[in-house]
């Protein structure tokens, strides 16, 4: 009788994805003002950079508190599907590797520094391809100032503001001005980016496997574990992170569309190696706090999703 193949659960990597899609949204709403204090830092340009307390000030005075929020709901989404499809591939991934580890009698299971890697280079891939359009619109979104008929500071008859547009009004507008492809702006620092969470993801693991020697993983050690883990990854690529900002929004200024290389080549001609980490600051800062969250709220999310899958399997049993 020949041995049957392993089988990847495919009901856990789902119950992954959907813990990992609502510890991103719960983490991301916590934190977006610095998403976009940091998005339009790197998108404006030298002679607009102010410090922290005044670029909050300037867009609370411009906009209300509202303004901070600017494409929550484009981001909330896209950071769902994003996370859900990267935990999804992520989790399918070290279940092969797992499985193939198995099979091949190998002492130990987890994956090894260079099996980490690859498994966040297909999940990074794959998300970045699915996921792209929706970030080219929330960062359009978290960028416009006021509507396209309005200059900074004017008002409507009647004093009242320029209505912003919504998620489905920008994606309108950016599908007729400048047609599908401009959905996949900035696709190739997008992938370049994959590094990120490769990073991310390799030294969290690692530091996982190190600390599960002596203790259980909890919660609060996950949260600093993946802070850990993203402020090493957002610090090496966020040269990266403003190049692909940009290119989001080049196509929207009547820009002639560039490339990675020239688009980095640009700004260091402009502002110098600096004009790269603009806004640095306050995206270190969420993505290390998002990143903190997220693994934290995923693991309570997570244990959440399978007992009621196993209640639910329980029932069904039962009935």
């Known amino acids: 009788m020949s041995q049957s193949k392993p089988v990847i659960p495919q009901n856990d990597n789902v119950a992954h994805a959907l813990a990992g899609a609502g510890g991103g949204v719960l983490s991301m709403a916590l934190t977006y003002p610095l998403i976009t204090l940091s998005?339009?830092?790197?998108?404006?340009?030298?002679?607009?950079?102010?410090?922290?307390?005044?670029?909050?000030?300037?867009?609370?005075?411009?906009?209300?508190?509202s303004g901070l929020y600017s494409g929550l709901s484009s981001a909330l989404f896209g950071i769902s599907v994003t996370n859900f499809v990267y935990y999804y591939w992520y989790e399918w991934t070290r279940a092969f590797f797992e499985a193939a580890a198995v099979k091949a009698g190998r002492a130990s299971k987890k994956l090894t520094t260079v099996e980490s890697m690859i498994a966040g280079a297909i999940a990074g891939s794959a998300t970045v391809i699915l996921t792209n359009p929706i970030w080219v619109i929330n960062t359009r979104m978290t960028t416009r100032k006021t509507s396209d008929n309005a200059a900074e500071g004017e008002t409507l008859p009647g004093g009242a503001p320029p209505k912003k547009p919504s998620t489905l009004g920008t994606l309108a507008a950016l599908l007729k001005n400048e047609g599908p492809q401009a959905l996949f702006a900035g696709v190739v620092p997008a992938l370049v980016l994959v590094i990120n969470p490769i990073l991310q993801y390799t030294l969290f693991e690692q530091m996982k496997n190190?600390?599960?020697?002596?203790?259980?993983?909890?919660?609060?050690?996950?949260?600093?574990?993946?802070?850990?883990?993203?402020?090493?990854?957002t610090s090496v690529t966020y040269p990266y992170i403003t190049?692909?900002?940009?290119?989001?929004?080049?196509?929207?200024?009547?820009?002639?569309?560039?490339?990675?290389?020239?688009?980095?080549?640009?700004?260091?001609?402009?502002?110098?190696?600096?004009?790269?980490?603009?806004?640095?600051?306050?995206?270190?800062?969420?993505?290390?706090?998002?990143?903190?969250?997220?693994?934290?709220?995923?693991?309570?999310?997570y244990e959440q999703t399978v007992r009621l899958r196993s209640a639910a399997s329980k029932k069904a049993l039962a009935a």
């Open 243 to 301: 190049v692909k900002s940009q290119m989001h929004i080049a196509s929207g200024k009547g820009e002639k569309k560039e490339g990675m290389v020239e688009a980095i080549n640009r700004v260091v001609k402009e502002e110098g190696y600096a004009g790269l980490y603009k806004g640095i600051g306050p995206k270190v800062s969420q993505s290390v706090i998002t990143a903190a969250f997220l693994f934290a709220f995923k693991d309570v999310l």
């Open 210 to 233: 190190t600390v599960e020697k002596k203790r259980r993983i909890t919660p609060t050690i996950a949260f600093f574990l993946g802070a850990l883990g993203k402020l090493f990854a």
């Open 39 to 65: 998005t339009r830092a790197q998108v404006e340009s030298k002679r607009a950079d102010t410090g922290f307390l005044a670029a909050v000030q300037k867009i609370v005075a411009r906009e209300g508190i």
